[in-house]
């Protein structure tokens, strides 16, 4: 865990991306098609990015603690989060 999430090759284990966030990342997914990465924060955010530019697509806040899970649906369109605050929320991700 760390304040970034990091996309290697697993071929010849080159760093590919690297993605911020302000706090400690507790968990990451890939959606099915993999162009999005969604992370999960201690700084109570879900990110989801975009694996090919590295972009930050969108961050969703709404907990109130730190963000301990998070996964994208098969079809891309929902990301469930779990907290710390008991909560599990889920987003639209478009």
């Not at 990091?6 to 099915?32: M, P, Q, Y």
């Amino acid at each position: 865990m760390g304040i970034t999430a990091r996309l290697w090759n697993t071929t010849d284990g080159t760093l590919i991306k690297t993605f911020r966030h302000e706090g400690w990342v507790n968990s990451c997914a890939f959606s099915f098609d993999d162009k999005l990465i969604v992370t999960a924060c201690d700084d109570k955010t879900v990110r989801i990015w975009d694996t090919q530019s590295g972009q930050l697509k969108r961050t969703l806040e709404g907990h109130t603690d730190k963000v301990r899970f998070s996964c994208i649906s098969a079809d891309g369109n929902r990301v469930i989060s779990a907290s710390y605050d008991r909560i599990a929320r889920i987003w639209d991700a478009q």
